[in-house]
């Protein structure tokens, strides 16, 4: 699942993003079915990152550039299906989007169509700035009309598993996205039209050893790029906020980022148990094992 956000713009940015993170944020936490969910803020389109590529735009209205990106994964369909019938994600979450969120435009990818290629980060429960440079790369087709496999295979194939063998990138993640009609998650009050007609088909999460990689990237499948690809939009991932991982919710995701910011002050490791989240939280603390258990 990719979420696409915009930010409402009669609020200052750093309130949404904080409601995000720590509000709306923790409900995602207390409804079961997530492999992972991490929340990604993003900075404004990076277009100077590569030199000039016939035929594709690397420049985006500022209108149409996303402020953050929802993330989340499921291990299978009846997960998946789990995660939409809980009330908190069928009703609260839907509900609650419109107190931050400007527009939404989100995604549900095919089963089995994205995947990690490569991390050498390993680092699953990335809370705040990431550990190297980081971007998220989307890609939208040459033309409305673009055959939908073909646009799939071709960045899967073609840019990002060559990419992925390349020694300056630490991890790369690549995500096909279905052509977006309407958003995949109801958020009554906020509008779910895309900003511009040029909708992305798919994005690569990159993280590099210096931003330069990127530039070389792109070089190098230049001429391939150009045959599927109309436009590449780099926005590059500012922090990133780990709510679910591997199926269980993180103390982040329980508690909120200025909560735990004060137990490591603090020094308040006994805040961190299971003993005492389970009391605080009760089974909300299992994640999908709780799931596993009903079923």
Not at 61 to 86: I, K, R, T, V, Y
Not at 90 to 98: K, L, Q, S, V, Y
């Amino acid at each position: 699942m990719t979420a696409f956000c915009w930010w409402r713009a009669d609020i200052p940015q750093d309130v949404c993003e904080t409601y995000w993170r720590d509000v709306h944020g923790i409900m995602f936490a207390h409804a079961p079915g997530l492999w992972r969910y991490r929340q990604l803020r993003l900075a404004a389109n990076r277009s100077d990152l590569y030199r000039a590529v016939p035929r594709v735009s690397f420049d985006a209205p500022e209108a149409a550039q996303p402020q953050g990106m929802g993330h989340g994964l499921f291990l299978s369909e009846a997960d998946l299906a789990a995660f939409g019938g809980n009330p908190v994600a069928r009703e609260t979450i839907p509900n609650d989007a419109h107190n931050f969120i400007g527009r939404i435009g989100a995604q549900l990818s095919a089963p089995g169509s994205g995947g990690t290629l490569v991390d050498r980060v390993d680092e699953p429960e990335v809370q705040g700035p990431p550990p190297a440079p980081t971007f998220v790369l989307c890609f939208a087709p040459r033309t409305e009309a673009a055959p939908v496999e073909a646009f799939h295979r071709h960045l899967t194939e073609r840019v990002a598993r060559p990419w992925s063998e390349h020694p300056g990138v630490l991890r790369l993640r690549v995500e096909p996205l279905p052509p977006y009609g309407r958003s995949a998650m109801s958020s009554p009050g906020v509008p779910h039209r895309w900003p511009t007609d040029a909708t992305y088909l798919g994005w690569i999460e990159l993280a590099v050893r210096n931003e330069g990689v990127v530039g070389d990237l792109l070089a190098g499948v230049a001429d391939e790029l150009a045959e599927q690809v109309g436009a590449v939009h780099a926005y590059p991932v500012r922090e990133i906020y780990t709510i679910i991982s591997a199926g269980r919710p993180t103390t982040v995701g329980l508690r909120g980022y200025p909560a735990v910011q004060a137990i490591d002050a603090a020094g308040a490791d006994e805040q961190r148990s299971e003993a005492v989240l389970e009391l605080l939280f009760g089974d909300a603390v299992r994640g999908l094992d709780r799931l596993r258990r009903r079923t």
